[in-house]
C-alpha cells in the first residue's frame, strides 16, 4: 500500500519540479526553444507517494498554451523513481500515463523481485 514519502522526499520532489518550471535544466538550447514556444509551461507534482525499496509514484500535470496559438495543454502523467540509498540521489526515473500504472508496475516488479 503506497504511503506519503518522508518530508525530505517530497520536498526534493518540489525542487526539482521547480527548477523545472524556473527554465533551469541542462540540455539548455532545446529547452529554450520550448519556452519561446509556449507561455507559462509548467509541469507540478501533485502527489508523492512511497511505494517501498526507494522509489516514489509522482504524479504529475504539465499545463500552459502556446505563446503564438494560444493553444491549451494540460496532460497528467506520472514518473516511478528510483533512488540509490546511499546518497537518495535519483538513479531510474519511468514515465507512465498515470499514477495507477506506475503503481501497478512498482507492484509487480517488487512482486516479482520476492518471487524470483
Do not use: C
Request: cysteine-free.
Amino acid at each position: 500500500m503506497p504511503q506519503a514519502p518522508s518530508p525530505e522526499i517530497l520536498a526534493r520532489v518540489n525542487d526539482n519540479f521547480e527548477w523545472w518550471n524556473g527554465g533551469e535544466p541542462q540540455l539548455r538550447h532545446q529547452l529554450d526553444e520550448w519556452w519561446e514556444t509556449w507561455e507559462g509551461l509548467r509541469m507540478d507534482s501533485l502527489q508523492v507517494l512511497d511505494v517501498g525499496r526507494g522509489r516514489f509514484v509522482v504524479d504529475v500535470r504539465l499545463w500552459g498554451k502556446g505563446k503564438r496559438s494560444g493553444a491549451e495543454v494540460d496532460q497528467r502523467f506520472a514518473f516511478l523513481y528510483t533512488l540509490r540509498e546511499a546518497d537518495t540521489k535519483i538513479v531510474r526515473a519511468q514515465l507512465f500515463p498515470d499514477a495507477q500504472a506506475a503503481m501497478d508496475h512498482a507492484e509487480n516488479s517488487a512482486s516479482a523481485a520476492q518471487s524470483g
